[in-house]
């Protein structure tokens, strides 16, 4: 009997198990199966879940919708295959791919990681380009504008800003999800290869790169506060030109000998730099100093000459300013109407001048100072109109039959210097001790002849000197 019931009880247990291996391969064959299924709905859907996941987002938020419709536009693709990745990742767990595979724990999620390092280094760029795109917008800077424009080299400094940013970023990507994990089914230490990567970047840093770090702070401080600008004129450390292009560690300048000389940012947070601002509006001097023999009728006279003259060439520019015609130039990016609008509108308001303005002051006695503001932007238009005034002012001065302080002088050291042939070794020995004095007195006159303070009975005495150091020597003329 007992044989007997040990193999009764043998038949009976026989079957269970094979019931319950069973049901374990069925339901396994049934996770299998959804998790391949999400898999391939997660690679056919991928694009369409980001798409309506972000028009949900502009559902909720309508006021930032110019945001999400470029952000749509940037990131749709890059962010596509992460949600492919990760969706992947939920498969393999409906899976169970550790135990189906008898893979080692934790090895699955190192898989994963390195498959995400990819896809994430792409949405990384496109999410510095859409960062550059915003800050564009809020500034309000155009892209589409021509080279000589501010605009131009604003969108060029934080486009390589953020660039520098982009390649950091990129790097820690590229070190978290592709190196630490290939290191883990490799010989070498990942660890080792961060730790060295940290060092040689500090001994850069240290050694080398505080002034790259230097440029680009200055770059970034003269984007901000806007110390100089495309166009305008500086000079500092004997370099003196126009500004022509500005970058992130450097600006490009222009100077009068056609030269082009590249200035680093840094020299600015460590030297003074002069700028004479591109508004329509810059002082001009030209200062005038006559004979001290003009009389005060002829200065009146040439003062009256000089107000005519400035009237004509005002109201000229004027005329030639209003005579321009603004056109319309088609933009890159197609017929925007009120961009050109906007555009035009602002391009006629800075045409149009502001009322000339100009002076002629007396400064000293027999010293004018011509006065006046010009509405040209360059350097080379205003140096050449500068010229034309003060060719035309020698004109004047020309027609009016006067002399300058400078001429005077001049004419008198020459006679100094060329005595007659038929005076004397004695006459000559006693003009040329006598001559000394003179010429030391015109070179003092002459240095002080500028200061607009020089009392005028200081002039006097010195004026009766000059007669009596020459009454002798015309005395003795008159006796030979």
Known sequence: MSNSSLTNTSVVDDPVDIIVEGEASSSDQWRVFLGLTILVASYVLRVEIVRFSLRVARRILPAVFAWLREFEKMLLRPLSWVVFVLLGWFSAFVMDLENLLNMESGSLESIITLLLGPPLVWVVICFCNYVTWGIVRVQGWSRAVSKDDDDYNRVMIIS????????????????????????????????????????????????????????????????QDEQIKSGLHVSFQGHEGVVERLFLQGFSLRQYDKGLVYIPNSIMLENSVTVQSKNLDRRCVIPVHLSYSTPTTALRALIQ?????????????????????????????????????????????????????FWISIEAPYLLHVVYYTHERHIRKILAEKTEIVLQITAIIAESKLSL???QNSTR???????????????????????????GFHNHQRRRATQASAPIERRALSDGSLLRQRRPCELRGNQE
């Open 160 to 223: 390589e800003g953020i660039g520098v940013i982009k390649v950091l970023l990129v790097a820690a990507v590229v070190s978290t999800c592709i190196i630490d994990e290939v290191g883990q089914y490799t010989d070498f230490e990942s660890g080792q290869v961060s730790t060295v990567a940290v060092i040689m970047v500090e001994f850069v840093f240290v050694f080398g790169a505080h002034s790259w770090l230097k440029n680009i702070m200055g770059g970034l401080m003269s984007l």
């Open 305 to 357: 000459e000089l107000d005519n003259y400035l009237t004509q060439h005002m109201a000229n520019y004027r005329t030639n300013m209003k005579s321009k015609v603004l056109g319309l130039e088609k933009p890159r990016g197609g017929w925007d109407m009120l961009h050109l609008y906007e555009r035009s509108k602002q391009l006629a308001s800075e045409e149009t001048p502001s009322q000339g303005r």
């Open 405 to 407: 302080f400078r001429e």
């Open 413 to 439: 050291s020459r006679t100094s210097t060329h005595p007659s042939a038929v005076k004397s070794n004695e006459y000559d020995s006693s003009l040329s001790d006598k001559s000394t004095p003179l010429s």
